[in-house]
């Protein structure tokens, strides 16, 4: 069925904008990123907006609904509230124009993950990984780059000089992933804390709140990253077992090392 | 062929969409963070006022869990003329500790909860607004979370889940004692039924934490080379799932337990004997 919808979408560039009504006719079973598109077709055909195939697996229509940071072709009108629907452009990141930001924060940080180092002691024989090993990190692989957990995240959103130090959701769980992952050599525990700003995190869990892949960014890769770094600086047992294994293994060489019949 | 033009200068930074509203959330996102505030609150005003009360929290044989383990000495003489003595540690603080013994023990189960990953982001939410609520901004000029002092401190979650399973450890004691009347074994009233329940829920809560995760199996770099773990991890990821349910039922229930003991100590209520 038919109806009117008011639209209320940013327009604007870097130097000023405002809100702009529009009423498009909308059908049933749409979605916002429709109504934009009407929005183009009968009112502002140079209305900027970015966006790919309206599948939910791209990430490029990432905008804020109603105030809330969320994919346009993943929104239902029939989702909303009744009234009219604010559309804004991501809040986190330079506006390039209407509904489009510049997002390259997002790349810079990216460029800042160690690669994949397979450990040295790698045998000859190929890496045989287990199913239940996969999984665990298939979860961050489903990530969509949307950015909408970047651009939730209070940390920068609401602290833009935090950027710098601040590597942000999205590639704490890239980070995780590749910590996680039983062949990786790294440690990138500490790493994480002290360049990757993983302290910075209050563990508010929006970031989860609003992935629209469902990955549990929190629950499974912030917080099992905060108690990695735990286990390497704050834990009093785990220090106290690491210490004795350490003298253990010292006895064990300098045994060894006085030749056969010692050990 | 002309050389493309360069840039001599750097660009500026771009700008941020101008938009002035705090946010553009139309739906009533104050609620979730108020009643948090509300009942967190009302602990810790509960607590405190338990706390410092420092009277009626045994009755034979129940033991309010404010005050379990009891160790200074002056909850011996609070029970003076009982048949039943428990728990095991009355006396480990002299007399010169002459204010409530809840404060000894009172700060295991608080730091344990006040760092606990949960209420970090009910708190962080509902009181210190920081957000609020997702998407709204928050009030602080400055942010740097958790990374340097004070809440750097958080990072004592683990410390404090060691000491809390000590904890659970003698509420369960204490549980057990709940069956050990005056007259003897084997007798159970409303008040064993709730110092028992109040024990399951909180090793639920405690064994649902993300530090119980972390530390069963989720320090592991390979599941496939320690099977149970896996499994054990396997199991307590999916109560980890809940730990926000069983944070709050705990957190009700041992305030409850504690006034359900105030008020058969001070006769305000008769405890109904089961058996």
């Not at chain 1, 950015?147 to 999205?170: A, F, M, T």
């Not at chain 1, 047992?237 to 350490?246: C, D, G, I, S, Y």
């Not at chain 2, 003329?81 to 480990?92: D, E, F, I, K």
Request: aromatic share 12%.
């Amino acid at each position: 069925m038919s109806r009117e919808l008011l639209l209320r979408i940013w327009r604007g560039d870097a130097s000023g904008g405002d809100l702009v009504d529009f009423v498009v006719p909308v059908e049933e079973g749409e979605v916002v990123l429709d109504a934009v598109h009407k929005t183009q077709a009968l009112h502002a055909g140079d209305l900027a907006v970015r966006w790919n195939f309206k599948a939910g697996k791209c990430g490029s229509c990432s905008a804020e609904i109603n105030g809330h940071p969320r994919l346009m072709c993943m929104t239902r009108l029939s989702s909303l509230p009744s009234g009219p629907v604010t559309i804004t452009p991501l809040r986190t990141f330079p506006v390039i124009r209407d509904l489009v930001t510049d997002v390259s924060f997002n790349y810079e940080k990216a460029r800042q993950v160690p690669a994949f180092s397979p450990r040295p002691e790698q045998p000859v024989a190929p890496f045989i990984m287990y199913q239940q090993d996969v999984e665990r990190s298939q979860e961050f692989r489903k990530c969509i780059e949307c950015w909408l957990c970047q651009d939730v995240c209070h940390v920068i959103r609401d602290h833009e000089e935090n950027k710098p130090h601040y590597s942000g959701p999205r590639f704490f769980i890239r980070w995780a992933e590749l910590d996680m992952h039983p062949n990786d050599g790294l440690d990138r525990k500490e790493a994480l804390q002290d360049t990757q700003g993983l302290g910075y995190c209050n563990v508010t869990k929006c970031c989860t709140e609003v992935c629209p892949e469902g990955i549990k960014i929190t629950d499974n890769a912030i917080i099992p990253m905060k108690e990695r770094v735990v286990d390497a600086k704050y834990d009093p047992l785990v220090r106290f077992a690491r210490r004795r294994l350490r003298r253990a293994r010292g006895t064990a060489s300098s045994a060894t090392s006085q030749g056969p019949g010692h050990g | 062929m002309t050389a493309p033009s360069v840039p001599t200068a750097a660009p500026a930074p771009r700008a941020r969409a101008a938009i002035a509203a705090r946010t553009l959330r139309t739906d009533n996102w104050r609620k979730e963070p108020t009643i948090t505030a509300a009942v967190l609150l009302s602990f810790v005003a509960y607590a405190t006022w338990a706390a410092f009360k420092n009277a009626d929290y045994y009755k034979p044989p129940y033991l309010s869990p404010f005050y379990s383990p009891c160790m200074a000495s002056i909850c011996g003489h609070a029970r003076a003329g009982a048949t039943v003595v428990h728990p095991p540690m009355v006396g480990l603080f002299g007399p010169w500790w002459a204010i409530s013994p809840a404060i000894i023990v009172l700060i295991i189960p608080l730091g344990f909860r006040f760092t606990c990953y949960y209420y970090r982001k009910a708190y962080y939410r509902s009181i210190w607004r920081s957000p609020a609520a997702c998407a709204v901004q928050e009030p602080h000029a400055r942010y740097r979370g958790e990374s340097k002092f004070p809440l750097i401190i958080q990072n004592a979650h683990r410390w404090f889940f060691y000491l809390g399973l000590l904890l659970n450890g003698i509420l369960t004691y204490d549980a057990v004692e709940a069956f050990h009347f005056p007259s003897g074994w084997g007798h159970a009233g409303f008040g064993t039924l709730m110092l028992v329940v109040n024990a399951v829920l909180l090793w639920a809560y405690s064994l649902s934490c993300h530090a119980c995760r972390h530390i069963i199996g989720g320090r592991l770099k390979h599941f496939s080379r320690h099977p149970v773990r896996f499994r054990l991890w396997g199991i307590v990821s999916k109560w980890n799932a809940r730990h926000m349910e069983i944070a709050w039922v705990s957190l009700v229930f041992v305030a409850l337990t504690d006034l359900y003991v105030r008020l058969v100590a001070s006769g305000w209520v008769t405890d109904p004997r089961f058996f």
